[in-house]
């Protein structure tokens, strides 16, 4: 069973900084690639950052110089550190593993006032 629990979402103003952490099981943390997404209200879920395994990253035009995506194999863990945010930025994010298909976690609401 998929486990990716994440946490770290909340309001911030414009320009400002979020750190989103997603916890996953062990099983399907180790050598896959683990990603981002976003889904603002009446979108469809896009695709925000990537990290393979050894550290290769992957970011949407949008978020690039000021996301960054990273991960600590030894925790399980994956992050998405972001800053100059953007009232754009606001959706619900998803911590996912790609293992042929994509799977998601249960999102985590980031709210970016003007």
């Known amino acids: 069973q998929v486990q990716l629990v994440e946490s770290g979402g909340g309001l911030v103003q414009a320009g400002g900084s979020l750190r989103l952490s997603c916890a996953a099981s062990?099983?399907?943390?180790?050598?896959?690639?683990m990603g981002w997404h976003r889904q603002a209200p009446g979108s469809k879920r896009d695709l925000v950052a990537t990290?393979?395994?050894?550290?290769?990253?992957y970011y949407t035009d949008s978020v690039k110089g000021r996301f960054t995506i990273s991960r600590d194999n030894a925790k399980n863990t994956v992050y998405l550190q972001m800053s100059s945010l953007k009232p754009e930025d606001t959706a619900v994010y998803y911590c996912?593993?790609?293992?042929?298909?994509?799977?998601w976690g249960q999102g985590t609401q980031v709210t970016v006032s003007s």
């Open positions: 996912a593993v790609f293992r042929m298909i994509w799977t």
């Open positions: 062990g099983s399907i943390f180790s050598g896959n690639v």
């Open positions: 990290i393979t395994s050894r550290g290769n990253t």
